[in-house]
């Protein structure tokens, strides 16, 4: 007798992550008010802060288009940073009302479960990118079309990156809800001003220049700034784009490990 034939299954993983992606998309579809919220706080920075930093530094520190071609685009990785950082408090709840456990123990393979997650994050930042380019523009914020589109690009590739390094972090701590946001808020603002997004780093100490040069936003920074100002193939952009890849690698690589050695 001759065995059947096997029909050829489709990529489990794929299917999976795929699963994962829309599951936590959902959410945000039926209630959008999360996407307004967390815009609340760049478009306060951009609204106060923007003309504070237009009056107290010299316009030629700028460079060509002026501050607000220098700020705009690091509010928008400021958008990434801050938004996406903060992810893995949802996972903390899933924990604590038991609906993560109730996945691990699904057909669903474990990577799936933070790869999933973290590509939903690209979604919402590209919203949040584009709202903060229109409200930018009647004001003198002129991005170059190309450049806007790779720049929004690559904020969704960090995005993805360290979305999944909150989920790792809420995984390590689950047992410890305070200590996400300890360490969570520990680490956002030495990386956001070491970053360069509010004020130039070049104006600063040597030194500071120095650590800045070991944070991978730094790059991201410059890169976006580069790209919405028209600069497509420079170097700048080209250590922005392997910066966030590197994270969303790391990222990526993190989360999944942590989840496979997740008992819970």
Known sequence: MTSPTKEPRPVKPLSDIATITVRELRPILRGPLF?????????????LFGPLLLGSVDEAVFGPGGALQWFVPGIMVMISLVGTS?????LLT???????????????TRGSLIIGRALKEFAPL???????ILVAMPFGFSPDPLGSVLGVLLLGVLGIGLGALSYALAIAVRHQEWAFWGIQQTLLFPVLILSGILLPVDSGPD???AVAAFNPLTYVVEAER????GEV????????????????????YVGVRSVRRSPV
């Open 35 to 47: 996407l307004v919220v967390s815009l609340i706080q760049p478009l306060v920075f951009l609204g």
């Open 86 to 90: 903060t992810m893995g408090s949802n």
């Open 126 to 132: 590209v919203v949040q990118a584009l709202v903060i």
């Open 207 to 209: 030194w500071l220049a």
């Open 226 to 229: 580069a790209l919405f100002a």
């Open 94 to 108: 899933e924990v604590q009302t038991g609906a993560h456990e109730r996945l691990l123990v699904t057909p669903l």
């Open 233 to 252: 193939l420079t170097a700048r952009v080209g250590w922005g784009a392997l910066a966030a890849l590197l994270v969303a690698a790391l990222g990526l």
